[in-house]
């Protein structure tokens, strides 16, 4: 199983931008699916995640601009960023909880996609 995290890119503050995770190979089922972001000299922190259901969870930072969706058809999670600030450029990551074998679960991490936000 492979996570492929894209759709990085330079925008300008108060833009938008829409990343996207697909998930490949043979797998059972997609739990929870979650992005992380890392800033330069920083520590890797939770963006959000959501559930294999939909529901989701969002850090202070980015609450109300940022929105986290999914199709389990495709195998893909969206991050869809909006309203972005200087403070958003990081390298995100897509990590997610995947059932290969019904109830055996593993923990698998994307690539990493730059964002970078300027003003």
């Known amino acids: 199983v492979q996570l492929q995290a894209s759709g990085g890119g330079s925008v300008q503050a108060g833009g938008s931008l829409t990343l996207s995770c697909v998930a490949s190979?043979?797998?059972?089922?997609?739990?929870?699916m979650s992005w992380y972001r890392q800033a330069p000299g920083k520590q890797r922190e939770l963006v959000g995640y959501?559930?294999?259901?939909?529901?989701?969870k969002y850090s202070e930072s980015v609450k109300g601009r940022f929105t986290i969706s999914r199709d389990n058809a495709k195998n893909t999670m969206y991050l869809q960023m909006n309203d972005v600030k200087s403070e958003d450029t990081a390298v995100y990551y897509c990590?997610?909880?995947?059932?290969?074998?019904?109830?055996?679960?593993?923990?698998?991490w994307g690539q990493g996609t730059q964002v970078t936000v300027s003003s």
């Open positions: 190979g043979s797998l059972f089922r997609i739990n929870d």
């Open positions: 959501i559930t294999y259901s939909g529901t989701t």
């Open positions: 990590n997610a909880d995947i059932w290969r074998l019904p109830g055996v679960s593993n923990s698998y």
